[in-house]
Each structure stands twice: as structure tokens, then as C-alpha cells.
């Protein structure tokens, strides 16, 4: 069975810095790409960021140059560095891990809130 647990999110004014976390249970973790997606209010889902299990990384535009997303494979956590933080980075943030032959997972979402 494989967990997804994150944590880090929380209330930070505009230009402020968070880290999200995403720890994985079970065997997953070493040959999963691992991803943040994010949800804001009435808006569909959308992918932030994917490390692959080479350690091959992508952002989607809006976020490069101010996120950065590592692997710690030895911790099977998978981290969101979120710096210069703006309002509409406001969503729930989901981990994911999606492995070749076991499939896709989600975490339950951890809040993002930027505002003043």
C-alpha cells in the first residue's frame, strides 16, 4: 500500500518562502516521478512540477525562477521549494507519485494561502 503525506503548507504574505513536503511509504518512491499539482478555488487541477526518477526536473512557467522541486530518495520525501510567493499561488497542493508499472497516487492536499 502507498501513502503520500504532505506538510509545509500555511498562511505567508506576498514575497514570503514555504517548503512542502511529501513523504512516501511503501517501495514506491526510488523509480517514481514524483510531482506537485495544484487546485485553487474553482479552477481544474494543474501540474506545478515533476522530478523523475533520474532526478530530471520540470516547472511549469508561471513558477520557474521562483520554485525549485528535489528528491531526497534516501527519505523517499519529495520537496516544493516556493520562494517570492504570489497570491495567485494560493491552492491546495497535491503530491503525486506515478510509477511505471504500480501506478498513480495522490496525497490528501496541503493548503497554500498568500495574501496580506
Known amino acids: 500500500q502507498v501513502q503520500l503525506v504532505e506538510s509545509g503548507g500555511g498562511l505567508v504574505q506576498p514575497g514570503g518562502s514555504l517548503r512542502l513536503s511529501c513523504v512516501a511509504s511503501?517501495?514506491?518512491?526510488?523509480?517514481?516521478?514524483m510531482s506537485w499539482y495544484r487546485q485553487a478555488p474553482g479552477k481544474q487541477r494543474e501540474l506545478v512540477a515533476t522530478?523523475?526518477?533520474?532526478?530530471?526536473?520540470n516547472l511549469v512557467d508561471s513558477v520557474k525562477g521562483r520554485f525549485s522541486i528535489s528528491r531526497d530518495n534516501a527519505k523517499n520525501t519529495v520537496y516544493l521549494q516556493m520562494n517570492s510567493l504570489k497570491p495567485e499561488d494560493t491552492a491546495v497542493y497535491y503530491c503525486?507519485?506515478?510509477?511505471?508499472?504500480?501506478?498513480?497516487?495522490w496525497g490528501q492536499g496541503t493548503q497554500v494561502t498568500v495574501s496580506s
Open positions: 503525486n507519485a506515478d510509477h511505471f508499472i504500480l501506478g498513480k497516487y
Open positions: 511503501g517501495s514506491i518512491f526510488r523509480l517514481a516521478a
Open positions: 522530478v523523475h526518477s533520474d532526478d530530471v526536473t
